[in-house]
């Protein structure tokens, strides 16, 4: 897994060079359908096609055409669905909480509601939804974040700050792992470390959990 992995951000970084997929696949052995995957957010220049073989560039050509076909096909599914899932009404917006908060929120502890996730759309999302459906004030969450030691602590809580517009009082001290983010295995596409933010309340914590319950019951029995 290790070597695979490797294998995928050499490829990824020979292609932010201007390597084709036929050079790259002649420097490391893989083949095109494997590197399709990999590169398929990595387009060549216009002018660095020019320079490619007539092969090479027939290749390229044809992946690219492939690609916008794909992103306009993409591009008319999304504003499909937004025009469906927006505006949320109020019983909108405590529902899909309620599930994301299933999947993703703590629920071994009835005074507090929290969840982590590397994705700072996921707690914007879990903060909105705290004041929105719950009534709960912003400055009432609080941020902890779990962090590598070769990472720079002050610039990640400053990124966490402008992503999520909360206060720099309202981070708790940040827990540092031992391990390196050089060291990871997998890249998530955020690598900004895991953002936890929590709010004590006994009685909304109750709500939500058995708002949860009731969700697992009524699926259990039908």
């Given at each position: ?120 759309a996921a707690i914007k ?22 962090l590598y030691k070769d ?72």
């Amino acid at each position: 897994m290790k070597t695979r992995i490797k294998d995928k951000h050499k490829a990824i970084e020979l292609r932010i060079k201007g390597y084709s997929y036929s050079q790259i696949k002649s420097e490391l052995g893989l083949s095109k359908s494997t590197l399709s995957g990999w590169l398929k957010d990595f387009s060549l220049t216009p002018e660095r096609i020019k320079e490619l073989r007539f092969s090479e560039k027939k290749i390229e050509k044809y992946r690219e055409t492939c690609r916008k076909r794909k992103d306009k096909i993409l591009k008319e599914v999304y504003e499909n669905e937004k025009k469906i899932i927006f505006p949320l009404t109020k019983r909108d917006l405590f529902i899909a909480g309620l599930f994301l908060y299933w999947g993703e929120g703590g629920k071994t502890m009835e005074s507090q509601l929290t969840l982590s996730n590397t994705n700072p759309a996921a707690i914007k999302f879990f903060i909105h939804w705290l004041g929105k459906a719950l009534n709960v004030k912003k400055e009432k969450v609080k941020i902890k974040l779990h962090l590598y030691k070769d990472m720079n602590i002050e610039e990640e809580i400053k990124f966490w700050m402008k992503k999520l517009n909360v206060k720099r009082w309202q981070f708790v001290k940040p827990y540092i792992k031992n391990s390196t983010k050089k060291s990871l295995t997998y890249k998530n596409g955020f690598g900004h470390g895991t953002c936890n933010a929590s709010i004590g309340n006994a009685i909304l914590g109750k709500k939500v959990l058995m708002g949860l319950k009731a969700v697992e019951d009524y699926f259990n029995l039908n």
